[in-house]
Nanobody, 115 residues
Framework: QVQLVESGGGLVQAGGSLRLSCACS????????MAWYRQAPGKQRELVAT???????DYVDSVKGRFTISRDNAKKTVYLQMDNLKPEDTAVYYC?????????WGQGTQVTVSS
């Protein structure tokens, strides 16, 4: 069983920064591929960023150059540093991983960017 707990969301003005954290309970965290998704009101959930166990990263085009995903295997935590935030980044952000044929999600953390 894998549990994910996000934190770090909040209200920020456009151009500001936030750092999201996702703490993982899984025993094999170091080899999990981890991802951040987001879901804005009335829209489908969208993949934002991924990081493999080896540290390779990928991003949706709309956040490239502004968001950075990283991981600390000793702390079993994955981060999403969000800089130069825009109102269109407003969404609930979810942490995700897949293991043993199952997908695991956190409860989500709200990010609101005011213009």
């Amino acid at each position: 069983q894998v549990q994910l707990v996000e934190s770090g969301g909040g209200l920020v003005q456009a151009g500001g920064s936030l750092r999201l954290s996702c703490a993982c309970s899984g025993s094999y965290f170091a080899i999990y591929a981890m991802a951040w998704y987001r879901q804005a009101p009335g829209k489908q959930r969208e993949l934002v960023a991924t990081i493999t166990g080896g540290g390779s990263t990928d991003y949706v085009d709309s956040v490239k150059g502004r968001f950075t995903i990283s991981r600390d295997n000793a702390k079993k935590t994955v981060y999403l540093q969000m800089d130069n935030l825009k109102p269109e980044d407003t969404a609930v952000y979810y942490c995700n991983t897949k293991w043993g044929g199952n997908a695991y999600w956190g409860q989500g953390t709200q990010v609101t960017v005011s213009s």
